[in-house]
């Protein structure tokens, strides 16, 4: 009878460790670095930010200068030309805010460049994270740059090098 219960209970251990699923991991960072189109995309992206925040900080500029002009005029102004440049400064931040906008506002320019240049790269790395997890068997594939809970994982589950080796790149 002792036997009998240990066997099954030993049929029943083996059964779920049979049912363990297979975890790795991958770190995005890490692969991003090593991918030469991740920098050249950084790169332009940085410089269209630059680009845009010039045009934006020079209709800032202008509206100050008008401001501090008419500060300085409006003691000599009649209420008609004091209304009429109060209304030209308004026009001016609201364009300088309208540009803003229309460049790093949530459906602005930059966001769109950053999808234009990014998705193919995300999308690649995506897709080879998924050939490397079907062909070795893995049911989870988890980021560790962004999942900040993990305290410690094993080198040994990181396939981050076997990602790179999908996407053509060595290391």
Do not use: C, H
């Amino acid at each position: 009878m002792k036997k009998s219960v240990l066997f099954i209970i030993l049929l029943f251990a083996v059964g779920m460790t049979a049912q363990a699923q297979k975890f790795a991991l991958i770190d995005m960072e890490y692969i991003l670095k090593n991918i030469p189109a991740y920098e050249r995309a950084n790169e332009q992206l940085s410089q269209a930010t630059k680009q845009w925040q010039g045009e934006v900080e020079v209709l800032a500029k202008e509206a100050q200068t008008m401001f501090k002009d008419y500060q300085a005029a409006s003691a000599k102004l009649t209420a008609a030309q004091k209304t009429q440049k109060e209304d030209a400064i308004v026009e001016k931040e609201k364009a300088a805010s309208e540009l803003k906008r229309k460049y790093f506002g949530p459906e602005g320019e930059l966001f769109k460049k950053r999808e234009e240049l990014m998705k193919p790269i995300q999308d690649e790395i995506y897709n080879a994270v998924k050939v490397v997890a079907e062909e070795n068997g893995y049911a989870v594939v988890v980021d560790r740059a962004s999942a900040s809970s993990i305290i410690f994982a094993t080198p040994r589950i990181d396939v981050s090098n076997e990602v790179l080796a999908k996407l053509g790149y060595s290391n």
